[in-house]
């Protein structure tokens, strides 16, 4: 099991940047599978991006491909998300989750997959 803390929320303007940061408890946090996921002002769930246990492979929505950069530090047990020129589309409360082998059988994109959620942060930003 393994509980996930996000912290770097917070008032942007547009083309401002955060970083997100997922820090992870427990045991084995380089066995997950991670992911960023968002739910935006209508209530929608929508993947943001996703990082395997070794940082081998990423995946990202087609849409936020060059904006949003994923990556982890397994020593650190902590899973980062780097988002550079934000828009006010942006604005989410961002959450990350933690998943096994149903993460690979679903697809990093399918938050079915993921058995284990953080609290959420909050994301504004301003236009």
């Known amino acids: 099991q393994v509980q996930l803390v996000e912290s770097g929320g917070g008032l942007v303007q547009a083309e401002g940047s955060l970083r997100l940061s997922c820090a992870a408890s427990?045991?084995?946090?380089?066995?997950?599978?991670m992911g960023w996921f968002r739910h935006n002002s209508r209530n929608e769930r929508e993947f943001v991006a996703g990082?395997?246990?070794?940082?081998?492979?990423?995946y990202y929505e087609d849409s936020l491909k060059g904006r949003f950069t994923i990556s982890r530090d397994n020593a650190r047990n902590t899973m980062y998300l780097q988002m550079n020129n934000l828009k006010p589309e942006d604005t989410a409360v961002y959450y990350c989750?933690?998943?096994?082998?149903?993460?690979?059988?679903?697809?990093?994109?399918?938050?079915?997959?993921?058995?284990?959620w953080g609290q959420g942060t909050q994301v504004t930003v301003s236009s």
């Open positions: 427990g045991r084995h946090f380089f066995w997950y599978n």
């Open positions: 989750a933690a998943g096994l082998s149903a993460v690979e059988a679903l697809g990093h994109m399918d938050a079915r997959g993921y058995a284990y």
């Open positions: 990082i395997d246990e070794t940082a081998t492979n990423t």
